[in-house]
């Protein structure tokens, strides 16, 4: 079983950065996607950022030029940071994993809150 641990959620200020973290475990295929989804309430879930297993990146045009993905192959473990984070931001992220073990299949984290707010 897939396991997507996330870290670095809270509170923070207009303009203020955060840091997100994602450690995923368990049986993990080499070629993968990691990235992270957000859901603000009565709104679809969408995709924020994703990262290839070779490093190729795309973001959603909300936060393109503000939120950088990254990640540790290492340690299977994706970043996500929030500069000059705006109030529209607010919303609940979620890691997510896509694998190719013949299909695809994705894997989801529970969700960390991120609250944008003066």
């Known amino acids: 079983q897939v396991q997507l641990v996330e870290s670095g959620g809270g509170l923070v200020q207009p303009g203020g950065s955060l840091r997100l973290s994602c450690a995923a475990s368990?049986?993990?295929?080499?070629?993968?996607?990691m990235g992270w989804y957000r859901q603000a309430p009565g709104k679809q879930r969408e995709l924020v950022a994703g990262?290839?297993?070779?490093?190729?990146?795309n973001y959603a045009d909300s936060v393109n030029g503000r939120f950088t993905i990254s990640r540790d192959n290492a340690k299977n473990t994706v970043y996500l940071q929030m500069n000059s984070v705006k109030p529209e931001d607010t919303a609940v992220y979620y890691c997510?994993?896509?694998?190719?073990?013949?299909?695809?299949?994705?894997?989801w984290g529970q969700g960390t809150q991120v609250t944008v707010s003066s």
């Open positions: 990262i290839g297993s070779g490093g190729s990146t």
């Open positions: 368990g049986s993990i295929f080499s070629i993968n996607v």
């Open positions: 997510w994993l896509r694998v190719f073990p013949g299909t695809q299949y994705d894997y």
